[in-house]
Structure formats: C-alpha cells, structure tokens
C-alpha cells in the first residue's frame, strides 16, 4: 500500500476516533466513507474491524462503570447471533437496501432525539433489542456499520449520556470481535493488512483520547445537539446513497 493512503488512512481513522469517543457511534461508517475514497473499500473495511476492537475496548475500559447491564442482555445475544451470517451473506447481496434501511433506521433515531417524549411509549427493551441486535448483527458481520440500529436502541431506553456512550462501546466491540473471528476462520481477511492496522491503530487512540476529554467537558445539550448533527449527516448520505443508485 502506498505511503499517501496509510498516511490518509491513519488520518480519517483519528477523525473517527474523536468522533466515536465523543458520542459514542460513528468510527465504522466515517472510517468506511472517507478511507473507501482512496482504498479499496473491502479492504478498508477488514482495517476497520480490527481498528474497531482496539477503540471500542480502550473506550470501554474507561466508561465500563457506566453500563447498564440489564438493559443490554437481550440485543447483547442478538448481535452475538447475527453477525457471523452478516460475514457470510450480507456481502454477496446489493448495498441498495441496506442503504435505504439504514436510513430510515437513523432518521427513527434522530425523530427520538428531538423528541424524547417518545421513547416512553416504546415497548420493553427485549421487543427492541432483538431485532435492532439482529439487524446490528447484520450490518457489523458485513460492513462493520453496525452502530445506527444500536443508537436506535439506546435511545428508546432512555439512558444517560455516559450511559449511552458505555452502552455501545460494548455492544459495539461484541460485533467486532466475532466479525474479526469470522474473517479469520472464513480465511477472507485480505493480504497486506499489518501495517495499515497498526498505523491506524495509533491514529484512533490518539483521537480516542480527544474524544473523550471532549466527552468529559460538554454539556448534556450540547451532546444532544452533537449526536443529533451526526445522526442527520449519516441519513443524509445512506439515503443519498441509496438515490443515486
């Protein structure tokens, strides 16, 4: 690989670091559009597993007392469940719906963020957290974009900030490493891989910890406000990706 990608590379995958520390989601699908735009995308998804386990598992030693464990076990299990099929078969079907129904899933996301209200009348977390851990499942085994349909998820059930950001740091890294573990035992992982790990590794723990010194100093609005922005930029392209095919 050619020094001008792992050098762009090593830069988005800082970017996605400070993004995903500071609301909680996000380094897989900006990791994906932005490297995809000078990699090729099915490697810089493989680079994106790995790097995934490395962030979510630093951001979980750090957040860990923040996790409410009841409230996960059931789209805990459903993403386990699911994503080995996404690495079998969601890869060797069109991304057009994908595309459509990732963004429907996040403008639902972004309707229970500005209107919180709602979330009261959703049904309990085992009626929401299966099929949103099912479709997760899905999306991570197959593009490591499995984060929407958790933001979903955690926002119906109410939780706080750092309860919130806790919350998908696990989830997040369950469906990374059974997707490392299913490339790896599928022997689908793409040659070349070492190097362009290891330097985005270290980009991502670099924007990791700007993240969360970020996470630390912002209000609840302005976290709100935050999430939201991100929310509404990843709808506007999942469906603006599914338009222009």
């Given at each position: ?12 995958a ?15 699908i900006?990791?994906?559009a932005?490297a ?18 490395v962030l979510?598992?630093?951001l ?7 996790i409410?464990?009841?409230?996960l ?23 057009d719906?994908?595309?459509l129904?990732?963004g ?5 996301a ?31 085994g ?7 349909p958790l ?11 750092l309860?919130k ?11 990374s ?14 040659p070349?891989?070492l190097w362009?790990?290891?330097i985005?590794?270290?980009?991502t723990?670099?924007?990791s ?9 912002i ?13 509404l930029?990843?709808?506007?392209y ?8």
């Amino acid at each position: 690989m050619a020094i001008e990608a792992i050098a762009w590379l090593a830069t988005v995958a800082l970017l996605a670091g400070v993004i995903q520390s500071t609301v909680g989601f996000g380094f897989g699908i900006v990791f994906l559009a932005l490297a995809g735009l000078l990699v090729d995308v099915k490697m810089a998804s493989m680079v994106s597993a790995f790097v995934s386990v490395v962030l979510n598992g630093k951001l979980l030693l750090n957040l860990h007392r923040h996790i409410n464990w009841l409230r996960l076990r059931p789209i805990l299990l459903s993403v386990i469940i699911a994503t080995p099929f996404g690495v079998l078969f969601l890869q060797r079907i069109s991304s057009d719906w994908f595309n459509l129904f990732l963004g429907l899933l996040i403008i639902w996301a972004l309707k229970q963020q500005f209107f919180p209200s709602q979330a009261e009348t959703q049904p309990n977390n085992a009626l929401v957290g299966i099929p949103m851990g099912l479709v997760s499942g899905l999306f991570a085994g197959a593009y490591n974009t499995g984060g929407p349909p958790l933001v979903v998820y955690v926002q119906s059930q109410g939780l706080e900030r750092l309860e919130k950001v806790a919350s998908l740091q696990l989830l997040l890294l369950v469906g990374s490493l059974v997707r490392v573990e299913e490339l790896w035992r599928q022997e689908a992982l793409l040659p070349g891989l070492l190097w362009p790990i290891v330097i985005c590794c270290v980009g991502t723990i670099i924007g990791s910890a700007i993240g969360l010194r970020l996470l630390n100093h912002i209000s609840d609005v302005w976290f709100k406000r935050i999430m939201g922005g991100m929310l509404l930029a990843m709808a506007i392209y999942y469906m603006g990706q599914w338009l222009l095919s």
